[in-house]
């Protein structure tokens, strides 16, 4: 019968332990993503940083009032989210909801913890959102 010594045994335990406490640091940190509806979307937009994420063409036609605009798109998407707070909450838009879903989840990936993701921008206006040119 071979003998697993000691000291390996050990080291396969600290590792084992590590790599479960760093599993468990990571699942608490991070939360799925809200879809509520358009008219529970808008009753949210005071409360938090909302997010245009077309592109800036589509932006400067209007937007909801007070989003800043972070084209999903585009290839600095990620480095500029990243300069954002991870704790604070976010509303992001776009225009048919499907971008917005890709950004939230994009968020949701990097460490975001409090993201709605807010859907098509007609929805929203129709469920009584402002918007501004």
């Known amino acids: 019968m ?7 045994l050990a080291l396969v335990l600290v590792a084992f332990v590590v790599v479960l406490v760093a599993g468990c640091g990571s699942s608490s940190a991070t939360a799925s993503v809200q879809k509520p509806s358009a008219a529970k979307a808008v009753a949210m937009l005071a409360s938090r940083t909302i997010i245009d994420v077309r592109t800036p063409a589509e932006h400067a036609a209007g ?13 600095d998407f990620g480095t500029k989210t990243a300069t954002l707070d991870k704790t604070a909450p976010y509303l992001a838009y776009c225009h048919s909801g499907r971008r917005s879903g890709i950004a939230a989840a994009q968020m949701a990936a990097a ?23």
Do not use: C, K, S, Y
């Not at 071979?2 to 390996?8: D, G, L, M, Q, V």
């Not at 937007?63 to 290839?75: K, L, R």
């Open 111 to 133: 460490g975001f913890t409090d993201i709605v993701d807010g859907g098509a921008m007609a929805d929203l206006v129709a469920a009584g959102a402002r918007t501004q040119p």
């Open 63 to 75: 937007h909801i009032a007070g989003a800043q605009n972070i084209d999903v798109e585009a290839a």
């Open 2 to 8: 071979h003998r697993f010594p000691a000291r390996a």
